[in-house]
């Protein structure tokens, strides 16, 4: 079975003041109706790479690739009424802040039911959205969607913003720290959402995150960023295996809670890493 999507030799740079700056290079991954991992600290690469694949790379960026294709769909050349049938009906990503993500002066049952409008479904748009609420453990949806995304929590705002994503059940999901600001009860869920979604309808699901704990068990295997680069991958109950020193540093930080570990451990750094 082809895979659902391709990615080589990916590449995205800004300009500075001394050149062009890569912030991704040469990234490769194939994906197939599974869930796969992009770890790595914070300046890696991670969500600019979800990013480029959406076409959402910010102007002043330039993301090159040379090949980018999901479900048989060249992404390098795709016209702008292309990405609009693409995005929200079969391909979505779940942004890191939702406050940044929400439309500010739109109601969120407004935003919810315009996602489902705009791809075929007018006549069950409340209902559907007022169910993905539900799903997402909103006790009052009907609430919710009259209010503001200003009159909501961050972790409400989150849970609001998967559910968006979520409303039209896409194809390929890609989720930005999706879990961040939520409590473990409705993080528990929210993951039960996207593996049945995975199991059930088949959706390939990026799974971006600096949790390892997280990735190692709730994904099927894991792309290892550093400096723009995927250093490692491997599958995900296969992670404490790791090879690369940047890996096996990053296993080391997390705390543990038998035995007093004084001073705390450090990331011990290789040039070598960046080439």
């Known amino acids: 079975m082809s895979p659902l999507l391709s990615v080589e030799n990916l590449r995205i740079s800004f300009p500075s003041r001394q050149g062009p700056v890569e912030v991704v290079r040469g990234v490769s991954f194939t994906l197939g109706r599974e869930r796969l991992g992009i770890v790595g600290e914070s ?7 979800g990013r480029a694949i959406l076409g959402l790379t ?4 330039k993301a090159t690739a040379d090949r980018l294709e999901f479900d048989g769909i060249d992404l390098r050349n795709a016209t702008p ?3 609009r049938s693409l995005r929200g009906a079969r391909m979505s990503m779940v942004m890191q802040d939702p406050k940044f993500s929400l439309n500010p002066v739109m109601t969120i049952g407004k935003q919810l039911m315009e996602a489902v409008k705009l791809h075929g479904g007018a006549s069950e748009a409340r209902d559907k959205s007022v169910a993905m ?3 997402v ?4 949806p009907g609430r919710v969607m009259a209010a503001y995304p200003h009159e909501l929590s961050g972790g409400m705002g989150q849970r609001a913003m998967i559910a968006m994503m979520l409303v039209t059940e896409p194809d390929l999901l890609i989720a930005d720290e999706p879990t961040s600001a939520l409590d473990v009860t409705v993080q528990i869920e929210v993951l039960r959402i996207l593996d049945r979604l995975v199991s059930e309808r088949g959706m390939g699901l990026i799974f971006i995150s ?7 068990t709730f994904c099927d295997r894991v792309l290892v960023m550093y400096a723009g680069r995927v250093v490692e991958e491997l599958d995900a109950a296969k992670m404490n295996e790791a090879k690369h020193p940047y890996t096996r540093g990053l296993l080391g930080c997390l ?3 038998v035995g007093d570990v004084r001073p705390l451990p450090v990331l011990a750094r290789d040039a070598a890493w960046l080439e």
Do not use: C, F, Y
């Open 43 to 49: 300046g890696s690469g991670k969500s600019q790479t």
């Open 255 to 257: 705390p543990k809670i």
């Open 210 to 216: 600096h949790d390892l704990e997280l990735v190692s």
């Open 137 to 140: 453990q909103i006790r009052d």
């Open 58 to 61: 910010p102007v002043s960026g």
């Open 133 to 135: 609420l539900e799903a």
């Open 81 to 83: 009424a292309k990405w």
